[in-house]
């Protein structure tokens, strides 16, 4: 049976962390993703660029490595004072890199089929051994020989969802009540970034809002809308008559949002759709319906930016993520329980593994309803990481114990880098003793 000192399930932004830092740290390390790639929301959910933290940041040596990675092979540029604008496709091969000079085993397209719990402790997990893509009568037969159950010290659940949480019956804190909606990112290419440019800057003075760079000869810019009147949106009259006309549904109004993206000269990058209804991300008929219905919503927005934006007139879609784009789902019951009151008066702990500033942003299904409250440092503590129930068990991302409105400021990918990088560091300290 093989043995490691971590198994970090999850490949995602918090996963890539843990994963990458531990076996930096000497630990022998296993990284598990049910994905062909790594990555999770900045890869396969096109969600770019990651947003900037506090300049005080802590555990940011995974991030600066990864910034150092794939601005070597063209997938990163600096932003109005952001490096984390990110190029998604690049970013797969940039962590593959990061994983071998770790010394990370990384394990693709692989499932759990199986965790072995003596006590308070996981001891071992089982994967599957081979991919199943029929069903065969031999199947019943060799159920050993089509699995490995893998030994291990420690495991961090990095999954999102808390799916190793689930496996093990660990108490959870979501309640049927709390919920965001969910997006589907994609992009468009094809764009003459140069007359779009030109013509937004002038369309919208509000620089709180659009902003343009030439970044080494390459336009990069930022612009957006929501349905809600907390201020006087430029682009406004232009979704107001693409309503009108029908070219659009109200719905699709709801949040508007754009980036461009590193080594992408003719490419946008859209935070959107969001969509207000099928919100139970837990329920695959919620989930499904969501996909569809983001789907016909991308193709409306499409045809509205070649409508209404100059620059667009021989853009077209060029990619839909593979995943939707959760902002909470499950949240495990950790030793501790991280509460907004924690974020607003930036509670102090003695072993922090993320300090940000990121604001609480919590969306909301209904017009004028968002929130969006602005703060100042605070920090996230090792035990809200720590599972209440499993001894060996921890969890990094927007999976962690914290209470609803407190996870809408902590789930951003900043923020999740820092949690697997301090869980991994603290680990790593477990084992040394």
């Known amino acids: 049976m093989a043995k490691y000192d971590l198994i970090v399930v999850g490949g995602g932004t918090a996963g890539c962390a843990a994963a990458y830092t531990a076996g930096k740290l000497g630990l022998k390390t296993l990284i598990i993703e049910k994905s062909i790639h790594l990555g999770g929301t900045i890869t396969s959910g096109l969600v770019v660029p990651a947003m900037k933290s506090s300049k005080n940041q802590i555990n940011t040596d995974f991030y600066n490595d990864l910034i ?254 593979d995943m939707l784009g959760v902002r909470t789902s499950r949240r495990i019951r950790g030793k501790y329980i991280y509460t907004m009151e924690d974020i607003v008066t930036g509670k102090k702990f003695e072993n922090p593994v993320v300090v940000a500033n990121y604001p609480i942003d919590v969306h909301s299904r209904k017009k004028n309803s968002s929130t969006l409250k602005m703060v100042q440092d605070y920090e996230i503590p090792i035990e809200c990481m720590m599972s209440n129930d499993i001894d060996n068990l921890f969890v990094a991302g927007r999976c962690i114990s914290a209470d609803f409105m407190a996870q809408g400021a902590l789930r951003v990918q900043t923020s999740c880098f820092s949690m697997g990088e301090g869980v991994a560091r603290y680990i790593a300290k477990l084992i040394s003793r």
């Open 68 to 321: 150092n990675e794939l601005r070597a092979i063209g997938g990163q540029v600096t932003y109005q004072n952001n490096p984390g604008w990110f190029n998604p496709e690049l970013m797969k091969i940039a962590l593959d890199s990061l994983m071998a000079k770790a010394n990370v085993d990384t394990y693709f397209d692989t499932h759990i089929t199986a965790i072995e719990l003596d006590n308070r402790e996981i001891k071992n997990i089982t994967i599957s051994k081979e991919i199943l893509s029929v069903y065969n009568d031999k199947i019943q037969q060799s159920k050993k020989t089509l699995s490995e159950p893998i030994e291990t010290i420690y495991v961090v659940d990095a999954t999102g969802n808390c799916e190793i949480g689930k496996f093990c019956n660990c108490k959870f804190l979501e309640k049927k009540s709390e919920n965001q909606p969910v997006s589907l990112r994609f992009m468009m290419s094809g764009i003459d970034l140069n007359v779009f440019s030109k013509w937004l800057l002038e369309y919208d003075k509000d620089r709180n809002v659009t902003t343009v760079e030439d970044i080494g000869g390459q336009i990069h810019l930022s612009t957006a809308y929501t349905w809600d009147m907390d201020r006087a949106w430029a682009l406004r009259p232009l979704f107001k008559d693409a309503e009108d006309k029908g070219i659009l549904k109200p719905h699709d109004s709801n949040y508007f949002q754009v980036f461009t993206v590193a080594g992408m000269p003719d490419t946008i990058a859209f935070n959107c759709p969001r969509i207000i209804d099928y919100n139970n991300t837990l329920a695959v008929k919620d989930t499904s319906k969501a996909l569809i219905l983001a789907r016909k919503t991308i193709l409306r927005l499409s045809e509205f930016c070649k409508t209404y934006f100059p620059g667009f007139e021989n853009a077209y879609i060029s990619n839909i993520a």
